[in-house]
């Protein structure tokens, strides 16, 4: 019995002995060796791809969504009384300057221009005659001014009368195409002055027409290049022709004007263009959309590795935006510009720089 106590005793005194051994005595086992090592690794600087950003000047356009307008449009109207008995064109007809577009007829302004022309016939016979007597002595030469003023008054009533029977014919102001004819052969006896004969646009040149806020106006001015695109594909080139100094009271938008040139007709008036004007260029660097990020105050920018191989932030402001790369500026030239690994690193933090090529490759 004794013994089985001793025994027991032993048992109990060994696990303690064998539990205090573990805290009080350093083991290093596998696990705390893998441990260390880890810790040793995290101490290694974090690894981050760059590209070297040069400046270089980039001319970035100013691309706005516009319309195409005629140059000049106009309505032709009668300008006399009469019988609309000609109606030469029909819409969508190309005219040139003085060609006929409608004739009024009216009996009355014939007789009118007969009459004149008869009186001026007489006045210019009397004339001829007694200018000869006058210059014989025959008759005094006070009678010369009296025959000289009717034949003055003949030729004026004659050129009046010429003047209102023209009225009666509608010329196109110059070369253009007609868009409506609301006028019919045979309408409006004597009451057709002031009434639409036909109406006509001039469609060369073409306007391209936007409006530009006023925050972008200031890079653009008269003779300046512009690249037209229409929504039907064809492209343009013009130049800007005017340029508003008012702004519209309800849009606060100047509009801006692109003169291209529409010698085939082939640009329709009224329809929506896309007008890209290239501006002064910038001294600005190309980076590649990835690479913008925000710092912690909320600014867009992007991340640069110092030649002490700190990190920095730059604040940027875009250029220029393509599909895969921004023209931004802000970032000194030759900056290294982290590309990959941005987002992990914060400003201060010493990392390893690696050209973005050799991480590409070695991905590779």
Known sequence: ??????????????????????????????????????????????????????????????????????????????????????LRVKRGQQVRKGDVIAVLSDDAREAQVAQARALFNQRQTELEARRKLIEQGTLPKLELVNLESQFKAAEAALAAATAERDRGVVKSPWDGVITEVPAEVGGAAFSMAGKEVAKMVALDPMLAVVEVSERKLSGIEPGDTANVRLVTGPTATGRVRYVSKSASETTRTYRVEVEIDNRNGAIPDGITAEVAIPLAPVPSARVPRSALTYSSAGN?????????????????????????????????????????????????????????????????
Not at 1 to 22: D, E, P, Y
Not at 336 to 341: A, E, N
């Open 300 to 364: 867009l920018g992007v991340r640069v590795v110092g030649a002490d191989s700190k990190v920095g932030f730059a604040p940027v402001s875009m250029v220029e935006d393509e599909q895969s790369h921004m023209w931004v500026t802000g970032i000194p030239d030759r900056s290294r510009v982290i590309v990959q690994g941005q987002d992990f690193v914060r400003e201060g933090q010493i990392v390893q720089a690696v050209a973005a090529e050799t991480t590409a490759a070695s991905a590779r």
């Open 1 to 86: 019995m004794k013994a089985n106590r001793i025994t027991a005793v032993g048992l109990v005194v060994g696990a303690i002995a064998w539990v205090a051994s573990g805290h009080l005595i350093p083991h290093e086992s596998a696990d705390g060796k893998a441990a260390i090592r880890a810790g040793e690794k995290s101490q290694k600087p974090f690894r981050v791809a760059v590209m070297t950003a040069g400046l270089e000047p980039h001319s970035r356009k100013l691309i706005l969504s516009g319309r195409t307008e005629a140059d000049r449009r106009v309505t032709l109207t009668a300008r006399t009384g009469g019988v609309l008995t000609e």
